[in-house]
């Protein structure tokens, strides 16, 4: 799978030798900017602030208006809920099935940049990153802020990824300038 700034979705047959995709999801009327998977289903976030579930065994397509560009989706474990960032600055925990917000998280920075975020130790927390340099770490339930980290420099942490492996450990990217790359790998650690 591939998001694009043309707007569209496309699913690849990796076996194949053809450069073409098997299927084209155009339904986004702006920028795709998060794209993730979940059995048979696709999960779309867009800067036309809506965010597209794709059944495509049953080749319908659910939408959910979120209002503001959508920056980041990630789905729960179970497949029930939705972890959602947009330009807002807030990040929303969704109920998949009607849409409704179970949680917000808000305190750190996203109104410029595309900022991701994910779950972490077995979806006890939300943790994204920020355009003021750090990395805020969310309980899930409470939505109240349980740890920031510092994160690159004062420059905008651009995505965090959350180790599955038990470590409490994440990997996160940022636009601190300091190597030739345009982005730093840094390694975290929660608090035990």
């Given at each position: 799978?591939?998001?694009?700034?043309?707007?569209?979705?496309?699913?690849?047959?990796?076996?194949?030798?053809?450069?073409?995709?098997?299927?084209?999801?155009?339904?986004?009327?702006?920028?795709?900017?998060?794209?993730?998977?979940?059995?048979?289903?696709?999960?779309?976030?867009?800067?036309?602030?809506?965010?597209?579930?794709?059944?495509?065994?049953?080749?319908?397509?659910?939408?959910?208006?979120i209002g503001w560009p959508?920056?980041?989706?990630?789905?729960?474990?179970?497949?029930?809920?939705?972890?959602?960032g947009a330009l807002d600055?807030?990040?929303?925990?969704?109920?998949?099935?009607?849409?409704?917000?179970?949680?917000?998280?808000?305190?750190?920075?996203?109104?410029?940049?595309?900022?991701?975020?994910?779950?972490?130790?077995?979806?006890?927390?939300?943790?994204?990153?920020?355009?003021?340099?750090?990395?805020?770490?969310?309980?899930?339930?409470?939505?109240?802020?349980?740890?920031?980290?510092?994160?690159?420099?004062?420059?905008?942490?651009?995505?965090?990824?959350?180790?599955?492996?038990?470590?409490?450990?994440?990997?996160?990217?940022?636009?601190?300038?300091?190597?030739?790359?345009?982005?730093?790998?840094?390694?975290?650690?929660?608090?035990?």
């Open positions: 799978m591939s998001g694009s700034y043309d707007a569209t979705v496309r699913l690849w047959d990796l076996k194949s030798q053809s450069r073409k995709a098997v299927q084209v999801l155009e339904d986004a009327k702006d920028s795709v900017t998060s794209v993730c998977a979940k059995g048979c289903e696709v999960l779309v976030g867009s800067v036309d602030g809506r965010v597209r579930n794709y059944d495509v065994r049953m080749g319908r397509c659910f939408v959910d208006l959508v920056t980041s989706v990630a789905v729960t474990a179970d497949g029930n809920a939705l972890l959602v600055g807030g990040v929303r925990l969704m109920d998949k099935v009607n849409g409704g917000m179970l949680q917000c998280y808000r305190g750190h920075i996203n109104g410029d940049f595309r900022v991701r975020s994910c779950f972490g130790e077995g979806e006890k927390y939300v943790i994204t990153g920020s355009e003021d340099g750090w990395i805020w770490v969310y309980d899930l339930l409470e939505g109240k802020v349980v740890e920031k980290l510092k994160g690159h420099g004062g420059k905008v942490v651009t995505c965090v990824a959350y180790n599955p492996g038990g470590r409490k450990q994440m990997v996160s990217s940022g636009t601190d300038g300091k190597n030739l790359l345009p982005g730093k790998i840094h390694i975290c650690s929660l608090a035990d």
